[in-house]
């Protein structure tokens, strides 16, 4: 696969790691947050991390939109995949991430599907327009999550539908900005003032990038003074990032360097981002899982599209539902704590039991270090 | 005034007709289905007996049996089906032990309102799968279900065969040291499966793997008796497979990514899904565990079969009181082979 | 987040569709969020959707700083 196979080549990460050997300080740590949850999945899948010297660590952040989904937004989805008191019966579509996360009561989507709730996983927003055009007599809701790289799909889809007057076709919008997350995490008390999560720079998100481009990030390296290396997708290009970080900060630097100059630039997709902002406006705060409520950092449907607005068509109470008292998700999304922290890590909660949505989602930072990475702390 | 026709019965409509509850019920429509279906697809000596049970001699050595229940949906995929998969799966089961398979039962569970055309359509894949394995099909049951309590039709077959004395073959016999063998490429049921659900397809096809293994098996077991383990990566794929392995046998696996074959296009359509290889289904592979001195002849016996092609040796068994299944990844970093938690989902994160 | 992958375009489809190939396997993808794209370009896929073309030149530029040819890339 072109473009695949040769950013994941053994012969050139020995080389970046041979380089990054070389550049690092051995009298200081360095401890750089990876945004972007598949990041997390391809440093735990391809042992990133055994190619790095002892004193560069990487700390995991919140960028895994299944694992920021607070528990009430899931019952929410619940509710309105097992809703009966419509006209028509609802088909519930969403990408199959969602379908395991613990939610209320010891239920999941899965488990309301098995109770007979229709609901359908699907590869693409398209896919839920489709079921919703072929299925007339069918009130179709589309789970809409993610960053900014999966929002565009839903805003085309929403003016698709509009265009068409599709009556039974709505979307439950959870869709969660990067930059908000990233300023969140640098003002939280333990960045900002207690010193207790370190982070000397950030690896960009690759996808989320090639979406809003390169220039928000520049605002937290002017005004944290921290690096940012947006990265490509591919561990090569991680172990790139890396070594341009660390050399950032021993030369004292704090810029937006782009790494996956291949698919991003300053600007980024102008086409796609115009769409979203159309479709869809801010919200004041949007409660995330682990960092709470936070402004400004999540999207819903304009009013010029509210007939395709889920939560309107369909009115429902938004419980802020805790997370399990053991769960440290909360912490771990920020930082704070990691996996092995947790005291239910490995034994309550596992991938196959698991507890809090960090261990659901494969690139959550639980689930990551618990099928790839166990085997270093066992030992 | 028309005659009644004496002995005249109007032939089941295979083209149009649907299961109905009659066909279930032990009395004339059933009778009927099994003659005209069953009886006539699987033919055999022992089925022409037309007992409720099929009398076999008993082989010299040690008799090994199996039983697999299929409910695969789709029914019908690019490679195969549920019938041919029932025959196969089975029949590996059996040949897993390193014996010979022998006799096949088949029991059916028919939702009513099946279409009959796709019951034939299934039988006959099955009664094809079994000729060509030499495994008869001797003995049989057929239940219908109410509409909406069964998915179509749900398939049990139970295989007999014989196993000489002196072959060990068992999950538990992996020792340190040994040598771990793939006999072809992994992924490719799972992953043609995956890609017929709704929304997931792709334009190109990707066919699954079914095939009987019996062949193989003895073609390994003749050039090396003391094999230690055999197993088909079915459901979970080879990565819970090997986990299982290590789990009875106690000790862990190292594994070379690069190692492993999978089929470009497997690996390209896992990349689009977000789906791992390692963990999905095959229906004609198999792992073979030997003593690290035993591997060149085991590959080359596999390698000579039509079904061992592209064997390969993918690793070793270690000391390892966590019995934990590593992989030295093509990156060059090291990661763990996990068992799977529940059926591997696509993903878009 | 966000699994994507580079595929390329073998055949422009009506309605801002595209066929894309990834090692042989075809799949029907949506052009709607780039611009400007033929036959032979790579796109980035994601849930459907090419959201941007691949690069060659950077592309080839960024496997040199790789190999540790090229200077270490400066602000974007």
């Known amino acids: 696969m072109k473009y695949v196979d040769e950013f994941r080549d053994g012969t050139l990460a020995r080389a970046i790691a041979a380089r990054i050997a070389k550049a690092v300080d051995p009298g200081r740590t360095y401890h750089f947050m990876e945004f972007c949850g598949g990041h997390t999945h391809a440093i735990s899948r391809y042992g990133v991390q055994d190619l790095l010297p002892g004193n560069v660590v990487m700390v995991h952040g919140p960028g895994c939109p299944v694992c920021v989904l607070p528990i009430g937004r899931i019952d929410m989805a619940i509710e309105l995949a097992t809703r009966a008191d419509g006209d028509r019966p609802v088909t519930l579509c969403t990408y199959a991430d969602t379908m395991r996360v613990p939610a209320s009561n010891g239920m999941s989507l899965m488990k309301a599907k098995a109770k007979g709730a229709d609901i359908r996983m699907v590869y693409s927003a398209a896919d839920a327009l489709r079921i919703a055009r072929d299925e007339p007599g069918r009130e179709v809701v589309f789970f809409a999550i993610g960053f900014e790289t999966t929002t565009p799909p839903t805003a085309l889809v929403v003016r698709e539908a509009a265009a068409l007057g599709l009556p039974n076709f709505t979307v439950f919008c959870n869709h969660v900005l990067t930059p908000a997350a990233i300023s969140h995490i640098l003002e939280s008390p333990e960045v900002r003032s207690l010193g207790t999560v370190v982070i000397d720079g950030f690896v960009g998100p690759a996808h989320v990038s090639t979406i809003i481009g390169s220039q928000p990030y520049e605002y937290f390296a002017e005004e944290y003074r921290k690096p940012v290396v947006i990265a490509g997708f591919e561990p090569l290009d991680v172990l790139q990032a890396i070594e341009m970080l660390v050399r950032q900060v021993n030369e004292g630097r704090a810029e937006v360097e782009n790494e996956f100059s291949r698919a991003v630039t300053r600007e980024g997709n102008a086409r796609a981002k115009a769409l979203v902002a159309d479709v869809f406006e801010l919200r004041r705060d949007f409660e995330w899982r682990g960092l709470g409520r936070v402004p400004y950092s999540a999207l819903r449907l304009k009013e010029a599209y509210a007939t395709f607005d889920a939560e309107r068509r369909f009115p429902m109470s938004e419980k802020s539902v805790p997370d399990n008292k053991a769960c440290e998700c909360g912490a771990i999304l920020r930082g704070v704590k990691k996996p092995t922290d947790c005291k239910v890590f490995g034994t309550v909660c596992t991938p196959e039991t698991p507890i809090g949505s960090c261990m659901v989602s494969s690139e959550g930072a639980c689930a990551a270090h618990y099928t790839y990475g166990r085997y270093r702390s066992a030992a | ?349 | 987040m966000c699994l994507a992958i580079p595929a390329k375009v073998v055949e422009l489809r009506e309605g801002e569709q595209a066929l894309i190939d990834l090692a042989g396997v075809r799949k029907e993808i949506s052009l709607a969020l780039v611009e400007d794209v033929r036959p032979g370009d790579y796109v980035i896929v994601h849930v459907g959707y090419a959201l941007q073309k691949v690069d060659p030149e950077e592309a080839r530029k960024t496997l040199e700083l790789f190999a540790g040819l090229a200077a270490a890339e400066g602000a974007a």
């Open chain 2, 1 to 349: 005034m028309s005659e009644v026709r004496k002995g005249y019965v109007r032939p089941i409509d295979f083209k149009r007709g649907l299961v109905d509850m009659s066909h279930g019920s032990g009395g004339r429509a059933m009778a009927q289905l099994i003659d005209e279906l069953f009886l006539e697809a699987f033919d055999n000596e022992w089925l022409r007996e037309m007992n409720d049970q099929a009398r076999v001699p008993v082989p010299a050595g040690r008799l090994v049996v199996a039983t697999d229940s299929h409910v695969v949906s789709p029914l019908f995929f690019p490679g195969g089906d549920i019938g041919c998969l029932s025959v196969h799966g089975t029949v590996n089961d059996v040949a897993m032990a390193g014996a010979r398979p022998l006799y096949l039962t088949s029991g059916f569970i028919l939702e009513e309102g099946f279409p009959l055309a796709d019951l034939r359509r299934i039988v006959e894949s099955m009664a094809a799968a079994a000729r060509e394995a030499g495994v008869p099909i001797v003995t049989g049951d057929t239940k219908v279900v109410e509409k909406g309590k069964g998915d179509g039709v749900f398939i049990n077959t139970t295989g007999v065969g014989v196993v000489p004395e002196g072959v060990e073959v068992s999950g538990d016999r992996a020792r340190p040291g040994d040598a771990i063998l793939v006999s072809g490429t992994m992924g490719d049921h799972g992953v043609a499966i995956m890609s017929l659900r709704e929304n997931l397809s792709f334009e190109t096809t990707i066919r699954s793997d079914t095939a009987a293994l019996h062949g193989l098996v003895a073609a390994m077991v003749g050039a090396v008796p003391s094999v230690h383990c055999l197993r088909d990566p079915t459901r979970g794929g080879l990565a819970t497979t090997l986990n299982e392995i290590a789990r009875q046998s106690r000790c862990g696996m190292r594994l070379e990514e690069t190692a492993i074959p999978v089929r470009p296009e497997v690996a390209a359509a896992c990349e689009l899904l977000g789906l791992d290889p390692l963990y999905c289904a095959n229906e004609g592979k198999l792992i073979a565990i030997c003593a690290a001195q035993d591997a060149s002849a085991l590959l080359g016996a596999m390698r000579g079969h039509p079904l061992g092609r592209d064997a390969a040796k993918i690793g070793e068994v270690v000391e390892d009181p966590h019995h934990f299944v590593q992989m030295r990844t093509g990156f060059g970093g090291s990661r763990m082979v996990d068992w799977l938690a529940g059926e591997q989902l696509p993903r878009i994160c």
